[in-house]
Nanobody
Framework: QVQLVESGGDSVQTGESLKLTCVASGFNFGANCMGWFRQVPGKGREGVAVIQDDFKTDYRNRVKGRFTISRDNAKNTLYLQMNSLKPEDTAMYYC???????????????????WGQGTQVTVSS
């Protein structure tokens, strides 16, 4: 049974940091694209960061330089270090796993197969 469990979300102030963790099981973690997505009420789910099996990464422009995605395949764990948080980062953050699209990890949520239940990040002004 596939399982993705996120943790680390919290309520913080602008400029502070959080580190999200996603512990995965039930699939070949190391062979999958892994990504972090976020969603706010009334808006669609958007990609935040993705990481490939070769550890190459991609980020949404609004988080570049502030967020870092990483993975520890030995622990089947995905991380998202979030620094210099802004109110616009407030969202439910989801961990996801999937395959490549044209040999690259996609940034669109639709291509991902497995999802966690989310962890809430709230950033106050």
């Amino acid at each position: 049974q596939v399982q993705l469990v996120e943790s680390g979300g919290d309520s913080v102030q602008t400029g502070e940091s959080l580190k999200l963790t996603c512990v995965a099981s039930g699939f070949n973690f190391g062979a999958n694209c892994m990504g972090w997505f976020r969603q706010v009420p009334g808006k669609g789910r958007e990609g935040v960061a993705v990481i490939q099996d070769d550890f190459k990464t991609d980020y949404r422009n609004r988080v570049k330089g502030r967020f870092t995605i990483s993975r520890d395949n030995a622990k089947n764990t995905l991380y998202l270090q979030m620094n210099s948080l802004k109110p616009e980062d407030t969202a439910m953050y989801y961990c996801a796993a999937g395959g490549t699209v044209r040999s690259r990890c996609p940034f669109w949520w639709f291509h991902y197969n497995y999802w966690g239940q989310g962890t809430q990040v709230t950033v106050s002004s």
